[in-house]
């Protein structure tokens, strides 16, 4: 396919188009903890995640009195509000916090991750989260328990806005985009996916230009000509100004996104000097609901 996405699903936009009425959702003082619904704030919430930009901010949790632990529990009771929250694994990979040491912006040895004290300097490009299973979790949450000092800014794109401007500039590259590419190796199974292709909810992308890479290393298999350069060009548009819309995160944000029509990245940051003060945000991930 090299047309313009069509169908169902999150409308596209770019930070000049985006109302921010239409994404970001005030909670009320003393509101309750994600349990209820009041004024219908998570109603608002999952509209927007389905028939609006596909990301949403609720803005004002309180979060004090609450220890990190507590805030991803918070966390996960509003997800499955949503949809059916994904389980974590037990043991080290349970890593529902997210923090420079245990969220680098590249592949860390245990080494290497134990010295991510300060913060991380490097930028995480947008990109979509891969769950444990063969399939990309439909809902992202993040929890800012703790923004950074400087720096630490969300980096939000939607995938039918990327598309559609695929469509029209290079029409090539986004036919390359719809064949097959190798994410790395589950447990029992491999990751094989195109970075769009169009499903019963509408436009779907999955995207991570490191697991990309890596996942072709692994499978002994080169790029086919013209998928190297089909990457580059999606990546110029990914991190193309005019396309990001750069979101600081403040103490109690819960920034929800549709994983499978929002990539995310964010910026580097600088962090607080003591180690109860450093970033920190929790993560949720969550499947459609089944009736959707």
Do not use: K
Request: charge should be negative; hydrophobic fraction near 35%.
């Amino acid at each position: 396919m090299t047309g313009r996405a069509e169908g169902p699903g999150p409308r596209a936009w770019t930070p000049d188009t985006l109302d921010e009425q239409d994404w970001v959702v005030p909670w009320p003082p003393g509101g309750p903890d994600g349990t209820a619904d009041p004024v219908g704030s998570v109603s608002r919430v999952a509209h927007a995640l389905r028939h609006g930009p596909g990301l949403a901010l609720v803005r004002g949790l309180e979060l004090d009195g609450l220890g990190d632990p507590e805030c991803a529990e918070l966390c996960r009771r509003f997800a499955a509000r949503l949809g059916t929250v994904v389980p974590l694994p037990a043991g080290p990979a349970a890593d529902d916090l997210l923090t420079a040491e245990t969220a680098p912006a590249v592949e860390f040895s245990a080494a290497d991750r134990a010295r991510q004290r300060e913060g991380d300097a490097r930028t995480l490009d947008p990109h979509t989260d891969r769950s444990y299973g063969p399939e990309s979790p439909w809902l992202l949450g993040l929890l800012c328990i703790r923004p950074a000092r400087t720096g630490g800014e969300s980096l939000l794109v939607s995938a039918r806005a990327v598309h559609d401007r695929l469509a029209e500039q290079d029409p090539s590259a986004l036919h390359h985009l719809y064949q097959d590419f190798h994410f790395g190796r589950g447990p029992d199974f491999d990751r094989v996916s195109p970075v769009f292709r169009q499903r019963r909810h509408g436009l779907h992308v999955q995207y991570n230009r490191y697991w990309i890479e890596r996942g072709q290393q692994e499978a002994g298999r080169p790029f086919p000509p013209g998928r190297q350069a089909a990457l580059d060009t999606l990546h110029g548009v990914l991190t193309d100004p005019g396309t990001v819309l750069r979101v600081p995160l403040r103490r109690g944000d819960l920034l929800f996104l549709d994983n499978t029509a929002v990539l995310h990245g964010r910026t580097g940051f600088v962090d607080h000097a003591g180690p109860g003060e450093r970033r920190c945000l929790a993560r949720v991930w969550a499947d459609r609901p089944a009736d959707r």
